[in-house]
């Protein structure tokens, strides 16, 4: 198997069966107990049965729990050596850390989320959503709460290298959007969970009037994954802060550097020239003093 045994059971999560569920939060909560555990002790913790487990096994790609129970062990060692070089001893963020811990835990998390989103990442995917913007006429890029984050900030770099691209925090502005688009157009929607109905959405209606769609999404398998033509998975795994979207915005602003400077290669003459202009419209000292005399009135007499 490819990948880290932890980020797919994490992007499975919400696919499962309740029991299967159990059993990968059972893994997730305590990894190194299950890789010293027999199918028997699991089956245990989990609450369920054997038979359960096994199920649980093959819904996430194992043949059975002996080859399951390798691939963590190897994942579970991966990630102790990375802690241990880190200099930290446990991985989750707590009410008592002090500043010092907080710091060296984030870095930790965000390093990681870098780490396994490169490895995990489809590039075919990324190459072909880089194509589409590089020759489409227009791009919609939709993004609802934290996400917008992300979204914003695909929309802004494309633009600097010459890109037509629309994006707004309002979702209603999305759907609008959305239902203008045309075979030939691109449009792209960012959500972590997959989940978020207004940027599902606005694809869908996107998809409907044959613009290529794309998601960048930590649940490939979630809803958005239904309305995209292509998935790009990011991995993250979120602490117990989760309201502050940390390792999430991580990754959804990795990929999005990835699209970024794919597409800026594709279209390197056009880029280049776009990033001279746009510098020089925000530098160039003329263009506001300008503006400022505009705005002044004219002294009385």
């Known amino acids: 198997m490819t990948g880290d045994v932890l980020v797919r059971l994490r992007r499975a999560l919400p696919t499962?069966?309740?029991?299967?569920?159990?059993?990968?939060?059972?893994?997730?909560?305590?990894?190194?107990?299950?890789?010293?555990?027999?199918?028997?002790?699991?089956?245990g913790h989990a609450d369920t049965s054997q038979a359960t487990v096994v199920r649980f096994c093959r819904a996430v790609g194992y043949a059975g729990?002996?080859?399951?129970?390798?691939?963590?062990?190897?994942?579970?060692?991966?990630?102790?050596?990375?802690?241990?070089?880190?200099?930290?001893?446990?991985?989750?963020?707590?009410?008592?850390?002090?500043?010092?811990?907080?710091v060296s835990k984030i870095a930790f998390h965000e390093a990681r989320t870098i780490e396994e989103t490169a490895r995990m990442i489809d590039t075919d995917a990324i190459e072909r959503v880089a194509t589409a913007i590089s020759e489409a006429k227009r791009v919609d890029v939709y993004g609802v709460g934290s996400s917008n984050l992300a979204a914003s900030d695909l929309a802004m770099k494309l633009q600097r290298i010459g890109v037509f691209v629309f994006s707004s925090p309002d979702p209603h502005q999305q759907l609008a959007s959305s239902a203008l688009l045309e075979p030939g157009h691109v449009a792209i929607g960012v959500s972590h969970s997959g989940q978020t109905r207004e940027?599902?959405?606005?694809?869908?209606?996107?998809?409907?009037?044959?613009?290529?769609?794309?998601?960048?999404?930590?649940?490939?398998?979630?809803?958005?994954?239904?309305?995209?033509?292509?998935?790009?998975?990011?991995?993250?795994?979120?602490?117990?802060?989760?309201?502050?979207?940390?390792?999430?915005?991580?990754?959804?602003?990795?990929?999005?550097?990835?699209?970024?400077?794919?597409?800026?290669?594709?279209?390197?003459?056009?880029?280049?020239?776009?990033?001279?202009?746009?510098?020089?419209?925000?530098?160039?000292?003329?263009?506001?003093?300008?503006?400022?005399?505009?705005?002044?009135?004219?002294?009385?007499?």
């Open 16 to 43: 499962l069966r309740p029991a299967e569920a159990r059993v990968a939060q059972t893994v997730l909560d305590d990894p190194n107990t299950v890789v010293a555990s027999t199918i028997t002790e699991l089956a």
């Open 65 to 102: 729990y002996p080859e399951f129970r390798i691939d963590l062990a190897q994942a579970t060692s991966r990630r102790e050596v990375e802690m241990e070089r880190s200099g930290i001893a446990e991985g989750e963020i707590n009410q008592t850390d002090d500043i010092e811990a907080v």
């Open 199 to 301: 940027t599902n959405q606005a694809l869908e209606i996107a998809r409907k009037r044959g613009a290529l769609t794309a998601a960048i999404t930590n649940f490939p398998d979630a809803a958005i994954g239904m309305v995209s033509d292509v998935v790009l998975a990011t991995t993250a795994r979120e602490t117990k802060f989760r309201v502050g979207a940390m390792s999430s915005r991580i990754a959804q602003l990795t990929v999005v550097d990835y699209l970024f400077v794919r597409v800026a290669q594709r279209t390197y003459e056009r880029s280049s020239a776009a990033i001279r202009a746009t510098y020089e419209a925000v530098r160039d000292p003329q263009l506001h003093q300008v503006s400022s005399t505009k705005m002044e009135r004219p002294t009385a007499v």
